[in-house]
């Protein structure tokens, strides 16, 4: 089975900070990553997704992440915060089990102060 | 139109009562899901139609009962919930249920509270 893990179950960031947002994965096969954004009361929005055509992956507003298997990981960045990122993020890998299932990671809440 | 509805945003049931969410999406997606989402968890994955025919049921407990009128349209019908089943209730959809790299694409969610 595929799993990832997201270290940090809350990241606080001042505005114009960097912001790094963990995510381990592990998988028996080349994994298929995607990074998702929730913000309050609302569904998830897909930020960006790995699909093995390239390892490093810009995403929406501003976010990337790099994939690096001797790593097993799958990063998430964004060179300057912004208050309207505060948010919950969550790391995925889908599975395929005769139908695509998404494995979510445990999520991370950023936090953004001024 | 890259957008999934859900209906309605926000519903407070009894145990007692019978009730239906409901779920709609005009990008000609083949592939929908219910999730189930707690407060500070993860979504967890209830049900998966695929061509208006069920092909994942998660174990969910039969209070829940899905179902899927035509390609668009999704709904889960509630009956005789517990006070442990209030969550926020998503639904998504893809262009298929196979590959790996399909998107899923989340609607806003419906907010249950069960007295």
Redesign the interface.
């Known amino acids: 089975a595929q799993s990832v893990t997201q270290l940090g179950s809350h990241v606080s960031v001042s505005e114009g900070a960097l912001v790094l947002l963990r995510c381990n994965y592990s998988s028996s096969v080349p994994p298929?990553l995607?990074w998702?954004v929730q913000y309050p009361?609302?569904?998830?929005?897909?930020l960006l997704?790995y699909?093995s055509a390239a390892t490093l992956v810009k995403g929406i507003n501003g976010f990337e992440a790099e994939f690096k298997k001797s790593e097993t990981s799958f990063h998430l960045t964004k060179p300057s915060a912004h208050m309207s990122d505060a948010a919950e993020y969550?790391c995925a890998v889908?599975?395929?089990t005769?139908?695509?299932?998404?494995v979510?990671?445990?999520?991370t809440r950023l936090l953004v102060s001024p | 139109d890259t957008e999934?509805t859900?209906t309605p945003k926000h519903l407070v049931m009894g145990m007692t009562n019978k009730k239906s969410l409901k779920c709609e999406q005009h990008m000609g997606h083949r592939?929908m899901y219910w999730y189930k989402q707690k407060a500070?968890?993860?979504?967890e994955?209830m049900f998966?139609y695929?061509y208006e025919k069920l092909?994942?049921n998660e174990s969910v407990p039969s209070r829940f009962s899905p179902e899927c009128p035509n390609s668009s349209l999704l709904n889960l019908h509630l009956h005789a919930l517990q006070p442990e089943d209030s969550a926020?209730y998503?639904c998504?959809s893809?262009q298929?249920?196979?590959?790996?790299?399909?998107?899923?694409?989340?609607?806003?969610?419906t907010?249950l509270t069960v007295l």
């Open positions: 298929y995607f998702y009361n609302q569904g998830l929005q897909l997704k699909t969550f889908s599975e395929d005769g139908f695509q299932k998404l979510f990671g445990t999520g | 999934v859900q592939a500070k968890k993860p979504p994955l998966v695929s092909s994942i926020l998503l998504a893809s298929d249920q196979r590959g790996r790299n399909n998107e899923q694409f989340f609607g806003p969610g907010r």
